[in-house]
């Protein structure tokens, strides 16, 4: 009994060693070396002819998908959009080009407003002109006529004067013509004689 239940014989130290290790490294040495026989094999699978034929049809599916895709959705969109930006530059170009029409129709309506005014300012002021040199011109006459008359009341007046003053000084010199007869004399000339001789003198 004792010669059944005794331990097995230890191996020795390197033998345990190359154990453990083979032991350790079994799974991994399966991986590796699967690996190792992919890349043996001739590197990338997509390089590889024999997977050639799933890429073309997964390549062909997609470009189908796409071209569906940019077909029924993308380039509709794209085109809507591009037609309605053509459309509101087209309008905006049209808009400016009627507000541009409609500014210089309103800049003609302005000038021809100016023009008109400028016509009846000239008018006005040429009736101005016109009433004004009118009244200055009957003004003027007016009071030329009353000076006239005032020259013409003067000289009236003037001649009245003189004519007086003539009167008298005939008189006048009468009266001293006697006078000095008289002191001369002795004897006073009558009046007729005193006029006579001053007419005689004169």
């Known amino acids: 009994m004792a010669a059944s239940t005794s331990a097995p014989p230890a191996l020795p130290v390197e ?12 799974p991994g040495d399966h991986t590796t070396a699967t690996t190792e026989a992919e890349h043996g094999s001739g590197g990338l699978p997509q390089f ?38 053509a459309a509101t530059i087209s309008g905006a170009v049209e808009t400016a080009r009627q507000v541009q029409a409609e500014a210089a129709g309103q800049a003609e309506a302005a000038k021809a407003e100016v023009e008109q005014a400028r016509a009846g300012a000239r008018a006005t002021a040429a009736a101005a002109k016109a009433r004004v040199t009118e009244e200055a011109s009957a003004r003027a006459a007016a009071e030329e006529a009353a000076v ?4 013409a009341e003067a000289e009236t007046a003037i001649a009245a004067t003189r004519d007086a003053a003539m009167s008298n000084v005939a008189t006048i010199a009468a009266d001293t013509a006697a006078a000095m007869v008289e002191r001369l004399t002795g004897k006073a000339p009558t009046a007729a004689e005193a006029a006579a001789a001053v007419k005689g003198a004169a």
Request: proline share 2%; glycine share 4%; hydrophobic share 55%.
């Open 15 to 26: 033998e345990a060693a190359e154990h453990a290790a083979e032991n350790l490294t079994a």
């Open 48 to 85: 590889q002819f024999q997977h050639w034929g799933g890429q073309i049809a997964y390549l062909l599916i997609l470009f189908a998908i796409l071209y569906l895709l940019v077909s029924k959705v993308f380039w509709p969109r794209m085109r809507r959009v591009a037609d309605e930006r």
């Open 148 to 151: 006239s008359a005032r020259i």
